[in-house]
């Protein structure tokens, strides 16, 4: 049974970093894409990046581009987000998913319809 677990997030001052990790558990992490979404306080989740671990075909919102990266490691069945330059407006609840399709598309889609496709989420909070 797919699950995915985040931790990693905190409360950092602006301009500072975290480091996201997502362990992936009940499938192998080549097979899907993996993906992190931003829910920012009261708005719908967004893609912010996204990776197929198979080729490391990668793709990120326009907001956060040279400023995150995503990559995996598939011994550890877990997806990273290193997240530079943090802004206030990165804040919110930070949700990876997995889906079977391309990195672009799982983004730009909104990401997966299921439900066990998704984890619980880790907090952000980038504030002085």
């Known amino acids: 049974q797919l699950q995915l677990v985040e931790s990693g997030g905190g409360l950092v001052q602006p301009g500072g970093s975290l480091r996201l990790s997502c362990v992936v558990s009940?499938?192998?992490?080549?097979?899907?894409?993996i993906g992190w979404f931003h829910q920012a306080p009261g708005k719908e989740h967004e893609g912010v990046s996204c990776i197929n671990t198979s080729d490391r075909t990668t793709y990120y919102h326009a907001s956060v581009k040279g400023r995150f990266t995503v990559s995996s490691d598939s011994a550890k069945n877990t997806v990273f987000l290193q997240m530079n330059s943090l802004k206030p407006e990165d804040s919110g609840v930070y949700y990876c998913?997995?889906?079977?399709?391309?990195?672009?598309?799982?983004?730009?889609?909104?990401?997966?319809?299921?439900?066990?496709?998704w984890g619980k989420g880790t907090r952000v909070t980038v504030s002085s």
């Open positions: 998913a997995a889906e079977s399709t391309t990195a672009q598309a799982m983004c730009v889609g909104g990401g997966p319809y299921g439900v066990g496709q």
């Open positions: 009940g499938v192998s992490l080549d097979h899907y894409a």
